[in-house]
Nanobody, 116 residues
Framework: QVQLVESGGGLVQPGGSLRLSCAASGFTFRNYRMSWYRQAPGAERELVAFIPSTSTNIKYADSVKGRFTISRDNAKNTVYLQLNSLKPEDTAMYYC?????????WGQGTQVTVSS
């Protein structure tokens, strides 16, 4: 049974930091490209960060470059997203995504709220 379980979200003040985790099970994690998406209320879901199976050629949305860092630990079947210098516009539900060829899996999401 495929599972992606996100954690680490919460309420943080502007300028603060969070570390999101996504624990994977039920598939061969090391073969999958991993991504973080986010969706704010009333907005489309958008790609935030992408890390290939080889961890090379990592990509970020322009809005988070220099503030967010994606990483993966294949031994722990986990992908991370470090969020620094958070802004109110980063408020959204953050989703983990795993992809390999035509296969794709989604987590249930973790809420990040940036507010003073």
């Amino acid at each position: 049974q495929v599972q992606l379980v996100e954690s680490g979200g919460g309420l943080v003040q502007p300028g603060g930091s969070l570390r999101l985790s996504c624990a994977a099970s039920g598939f061969t994690f090391r073969n999958y490209r991993m991504s973080w998406y986010r969706q704010a209320p009333g907005a489309e879901r958008e790609l935030v960060a992408f890390i290939p199976s080889t961890s090379t050629n990592i990509k970020y949305a322009d809005s988070v470059k220099g503030r967010f860092t994606i990483s993966r630990d294949n031994a722990k079947n986990t992908v991370y997203l470090q969020l620094n210098s958070l802004k109110p516009e980063d408020t959204a539900m953050y989703y983990c995504n795993a992809g390999f060829l035509t296969y794709e899996h989604w987590g249930q999401g973790t809420q990040v709220t940036v507010s003073s």
